[in-house]
């Protein structure tokens, strides 16, 4: 027996442009995420900077939009100097955060022109850890001032001479947390990141800064950090950053699929702090949320407690390197969802991370690359996503989990690209055994059909792809899944435990 759910859309009632930037990624110095992940000089595959391209290939078909860059924990004690220069005079280094050896071999010369290569924007972390204003103010000269200085002249002598014109940057990272080098109480971190932020904007007002939030919801300083943090940055940053993991350690399908509803929770909380001071300063500007850490991340944590305690210091060892399942994508597919429901202030998110460390792509060190379950959802979002957020209607039956209550069993959006003439609807069935049959009334779109159904759906919800079996779970074109029912409305159905991407696009001939 199907359950039944409705979707009704108005083509005026938009929540607002889902910023490209919302399909972003994460590449930190951990594990086998640059070294032996996007670089790798010995492949076969490698290019003549020492670049995989068939990792670059995947990075391309993923679409992409900003890749955050160098970290994460790492940054908090990175010394960026480190990575700039002929490579054989470059220090290894211990790094605290991950208790691994940094070789220097990439640094943010290679890193940035290598984005530019897959298409994607560098988003740089300065280092508010163990380091302050100078350095961040140096590295932003080195990066973005054109010639005829000291930082930049530097920059043209290592071999980059247009400068890398990086537009936003993350003042610190999680510096709430007390893993983190150089972690700080609110007001130390509102202060330096205050006045860091001013010294950066004084080089380039046009430039887009990001002030750190929780590391997590579960922080006992959240929300306050929020608030106190942004009460000395308001006027000098744009965003505010959101870091969110989560885990099906329980193996309760259920109530993991049920977790994005924290995010939703996390979302308005923010969103509300950033209006509070907005409004006890008297501002005029919306701070914007920077979602720039997100995933599924929990398979591999006992292995790397070990793996960093008992066997440190080793040159990218293999840490984070979760293996998806098919559940997982379906909570990635929720958590996108729920960032283009937000589209008008959240307009940056970044999957962490990029490859290999609990990542979409992953590779074997002289082998193969394969997309992981959570490749597709992102992929699909970042393809089909672009455009103006729709607020859906959606009436659908509820279930309750272990820690939630009233749990809708269909979530969706929709996402209108007026250029293209296409329509797209986003839906995830969270129903573990049952398929739902979902009413869809789009108002405004009388004169568009449906042109694809791709369902990504699996008997076995810990399916996984890997290397040696890449595609054991794939999306596909579903046929005959829907009904017309009238101008702009059908009846569509979508499978237990799926992701799906129903594709509109205006045709003359109305062919539902
Ligand atoms: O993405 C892995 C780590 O998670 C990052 O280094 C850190 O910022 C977060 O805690």
Request: proline share 4%; glycine share 6%; hydrophobic share 40%.
């Amino acid at each position: 027996m199907a359950k039944q759910a409705k979707v009704t859309l108005e083509r005026t009632f938009t929540i607002g442009e889902v910023d490209k930037n919302v399909f972003g990624s994460f590449v930190e110095h951990l594990g086998r995420g640059v070294y032996n992940g996007i670089y790798e000089p010995a492949h076969k595959e490698a290019d003549e900077h020492g670049f995989r391209k068939d990792v670059a290939e995947l990075v391309k078909e993923l679409g992409v939009s900003i890749i955050r860059y160098p970290g994460g924990n790492f940054v908090s004690g990175y010394r960026w100097e480190d990575g700039i220069g002929p490579v054989e005079f470059r220090p290894k280094r211990l790094d605290l955060a991950w208790r691994t050896l940094e070789t220097n071999e990439v640094g943010i010369n290679e890193f940035a022109s290598w984005c530019r290569r897959t298409d994607a924007e560098p988003m740089l972390a300065v280092n508010l850890g163990t380091r302050g204003i100078e350095a961040a103010v140096d590295l932003l000269e080195y990066c973005n001032y054109p010639e005829g200085t000291y930082w930049s002249d530097l920059r043209i002598r290592h071999g980059y001479r247009a400068p890398h014109n990086i537009k936003v940057w993350c003042l610190g990272n999680e510096m709430d947390g007390t893993w983190e080098t150089g972690h700080k109480t609110p007001m130390e971190y509102g202060r330096l990141a205050a006045e860091t932020a001013r010294a950066m904007k004084r080089f380039d007002p046009d430039i887009k800064l990001v002030s750190c939030g929780s590391s997590h919801t579960f922080m006992d300083t959240f929300p306050e950090w929020e608030a106190e943090t942004l009460a000395h940055t308001y006027d000098v940053v744009d965003y505010i950053s959101l870091h969110q993991y989560f885990g099906n350690e329980e193996g309760d399908t259920a109530n993991f699929l049920a977790r994005s509803l924290e995010t939703e929770h996390f979302i308005k909380t923010v969103i509300a702090i950033c209006d509070y001071i907005k409004a006890k300063k008297r501002g005029k500007k919306d701070i914007m949320l920077s979602f720039d850490e997100w995933n599924v991340w929990y398979h591999s944590k006992l292995r790397d407690d070990d793996e960093m305690k008992y066997n440190p210091w080793q040159a990218s060892p293999c840490l984070l390197e979760d293996v998806y399942t098919f559940e997982d994508a379906l909570v990635t597919g929720l958590m996108l969802i729920t960032f283009m429901k937000h589209a008008d202030r959240l307009k940056i998110a970044c999957m962490a991370q990029l490859v290999n460390v609990i990542a979409p792509i992953m590779t074997h060190t002289g082998g193969g690359v394969c997309r992981q379950t959570i490749f597709y959802p992102l992929l699909h979002a970042s393809r089909y996503g672009r455009g103006t957020a729709l607020w859906p209607l959606v009436a659908s039956p509820k279930y309750d989990s272990k820690d939630y209550s009233d749990v809708p069993y269909l979530e969706a959006i929709a996402v209108m690209n007026e250029e293209a003439e296409e329509l797209t609807l986003f839906a995830v069935n969270r129903c573990l055994d049952e398929s739902i049959n979902v009413d869809c009334f789009f108002r405004g779109f009388e004169d568009y059909s449906i042109t694809e159904h791709i369902a990504f759906e699996s008997e076995n919800l810990k399916a996984a792809n890997t290397v040696a079996n890449p595609d054991a779970v794939v999306p596909y074109s579903r046929r005959d899944s829907y009904v017309k029912l009238g101008k702009g409305e059908f009846s569509i159905e979508i499978g237990k435990a799926s992701w799906n991407v129903i594709r509109l696009k205006k045709t003359t001939v109305n062919v539902y």
